[in-house]
């Protein structure tokens, strides 16, 4: 007889729960690549490369067929990556997970049209509403220039998983600036699952700051409740004043040395980036197709209670884009007290030179409350990278003097 996993309550699963979904099967790897437990965040489960990468010509979406269908028509050739192999700039890569998942159908779901779920997944879900996934880069993956999705087969749209998906995982990869050297078990992505989409509103949001702060000025002063931005999220923007070492943020060089995704805290900034340091003006030009790190202008924290993604964001004549979209844990940016981190900003200008300006909205924040709360959060207990950041580069560079 199969156990019952209990959705009571909407939201994003937390990290117990994710693993209540590996034991009965509904997420897993194989039986020379079982989950580990270093895998699991508060709020999401990294993803991780599997044996084998596809040099496609270009990037797709299956559609109608599966991914395999569609690399049998696109591929130039494949490798090996279970001792390393280097992915080159700007072409096309996909590699399978090592993940599986396999979403069943709810025993009590009022949505009825998804498949149910294989039949190796041991328990039933008594919930309200059938299970969604959504996959997003990791903070390193974006601060890499590594542009990154997950795909699954007969999907239409990119790093979103259907109710009732049952098969395999892939992602996409694209290296920007840096060629990089990557392996079996490496891991560029990770996945939430949710259970309804409970997405916060603006009223909502505006509540929560004003009991529970959420952005916090340079002071590390609770930003006022008049001069948050709301629309569909929260807003947040570049800062261009001075930084650590008179540093306002980075551009990556062309024409680097590979990047060894195993060597961490091994890589000499200068040897990759060029900073770019203040000046008197408040105002920075970018170079068109050049990729730039900055930090935001104001501090945020996400409450336990509560779990965050920021949300890719163009303007509007399509110049800049800017963020590569990340998931922001429950606990990131600590407490009050702890006065929040800088969110790190990964920027591209497209065709033509863009100008920004210090405090030019960049970003816009998307909350969901969590199901539960996690049974630990974001922060030195689980060695998180970016906990109390400020402007940093991906953890396999030296940090500054």
Known sequence: MKQDIVLRTKGILPVQKLKELVDAGVI????????????????????????????????FLPENETVHQKIDKLHQYSFSITDGAVLEPNCVYIIPLLENLNLP??????????????PDVRARLISNENLTAKANPKSTTGRLDIFTRVITDYSHRFEEIEPGYNGNLYLEVV??????????????NQLRLRHGLQVLSDEELLRIHGADPLLFNSDGSPLDMDKIKVNNGLFMSVN??????????????????????????????????????SGNEDHLILEPEAFYIFASRERCRIPKHLAAEMIAYDTGSGELRTHYAGFFDSGFGGDIKDKGARAVLEVRSHDVPF????????????????????EFTYGSSIKSNYQGQGLKLGKHFKSPA
């Open 28 to 59: 897993s790897g194989s039986e020379d690549y079982p989950i580990e437990e270093d895998q699991f965040q508060p709020n999401s489960i990294d993803l991780r490369l599997g044996e084998k990468a596809y040099r496609v010509r270009s990037s």
């Open 105 to 118: 159908e709810s025993h009590f779901s009022t949505n009825k049209t998804s498949p149910a779920g294989s």
């Open 175 to 188: 290296p920007k600036s840096f060629p990089i050297k990557v392996k079996t078990g490496h891991r560029l």
């Open 240 to 277: 261009l004043q001075v930084e650590s070492n008179n540093i306002l943020g980075y551009k990556a060089k062309k024409h680097r040395d590979l990047i060894d995704l195993d060597h961490i805290n091994h890589y000499e900034i200068s040897d990759f980036w060029e900073p770019i340091y």
């Open 355 to 374: 100008l920004i300006e210090d405090g030019q909205t960049f970003c816009s924040m998307r909350f969901e409350p969590n199901m539960e709360t996690p």
